[in-house]
DNA sequence: GAGTTTGAAACT
DNA sequence: CAGTTTCAAACTC
């Protein structure tokens, strides 16, 4: 069973802190019946073992490895989807300070509904208003209070909240990493809110077009003006009309197209594939002259031009905790049991295996045979095609970081007004803003990781940034990704080229 | 802190 | 898939 196994931090509630304010480390469950091995029990839900938690029979923990490990695989039985984070992009931490500020997240997706029936989904029994989103069309709730230009949720949290929201979103976006192919796609047209496009992809300058990100009144309530039907109970959901909410869009989602990533997964075989052309033509190069020596020993460790460098910079790459999980927001503050590692793990071998295999490496290369005569060699060549891949993944990652960062600069500046930001920004290319802006734009070099911060601290430059240099198959296909993902690479000297082509 | 309300999860 | 039951969190007093 490959299934990926997602884990999300327990959203957090007012008790994870003190009275005094120091952070507590997370909510405990109480749960009595379920011997937390049910989805009822947040910690089991969340993916986390119970640690100081005040439930009775507790079986999630690791004694219980066993009975807990067989209470996993029964609820993805029922639910493949039951520890996916529910709520897409919408971090449930810090949930208390977002509240003690009204900023509410409003745009992230619920990847289920709620069925709310008389919380007027305006209180915490409801999924969409815990994790400070508003309902969707997808929600099943009756008499639902929570949505945009809702009288009694503004009287919850004000307008200013909302305009809040939007902002706190728009940096969100690009933190959560959520890069919009899957998660947050755009409701079918059909139900599509009329009217210009916003915020992302607009070429409107104007700001009064933020008072329009939320629409008022999407067909779930009436317009206060009509409040008078609004006593009338209504049934289920009312259908959502051309008018419907604002769906979240990624930062990213015109930057990375569907082709963008086939030709990317490309171009990583490609790589590898010629990770392997190189070993083997330098395989064949030993042979030759271990032949004229009549020396038919295979070519020894030494022969491998990786540097002690090379090894230091891998090294660190494993180790820097940013590095290896640079999606660590995310992540329980508590240990993870081994079966849900085992279950996160489970896709990523899968990937990489699938295309790493030493039969692939010789079949794939086109160099079928036996060109490499030892394990040694293979395992340098496996090891040296991971390094390869990975390292253009990770540089790739770090300009969609930065280029989302830039987005994310313009919704801000959008958002607050300031029209400096917003004519350096009046492009919505990428490409046109690098041409047309006189700004001072951050540019992200190998060795400038203050330039983009965020970045740099999610995927590590630096420590990569000797692996390249002395591998001739790293430097073959150096020139190749992020042209194909149309994202202007940077030159040493800090430029950026411009972009190929643009997809804006 | 006890009791009630609520809605998700589990079950039928 | 709909209805019912179980469960634990949220809420009220």
Redesign the pocket.
Known sequence: MTTTFLLIRKPE?P?TKTKDGTPKRQKQ??????K?L?????CF?SGTYCENCNCVNCHNNMEHEVSRREAVEA?LE??PN?FRP?IAGSPQVNRAAKEATGDLLLLAKHN?S??????G?L?????CF?ANILCSENCKCIDCKNFEGSEERKALHGDQATNMAYIQQAANAAITGAVGLSGFISPPLSKRRKGPDIFFGSSSNDLSKIAHIHPVNTGKSPAPSNSSSTSVARSVNPPVSSLSKFTYRSLLADIIQPHDLKELCSNLVVMSREVVQTYSEQENSSAHEATEHKILIATPNQNRTRTHNEAAAENAIINDPDCSCPDNVDMPDRPLSPGTLALMCDEQDTLFMSNSTPNRLTSQGGNSGSQFHNVDEMTEVHAEQEKVVLTKFRDTLNRLIYFGEIKERKCLSLARGEAGMKDAFSNSSINGRYATTNQPIPIPTSNSKNAYSVAATRIDTSAASTTTTTSAAATIVSNSIGQQLHIPSVGRTGNIKPKIEQHL
């Open positions: 509630s008790k469950c109480n749960c009595k019946h379920s937390c049910k989805l009822y029990c947040e839900a609820t029922r639910n039951a529910k289920k709620c069925h709310c029936k008389k919380s989904c209180k915490k029994y409801c999924e815990q």
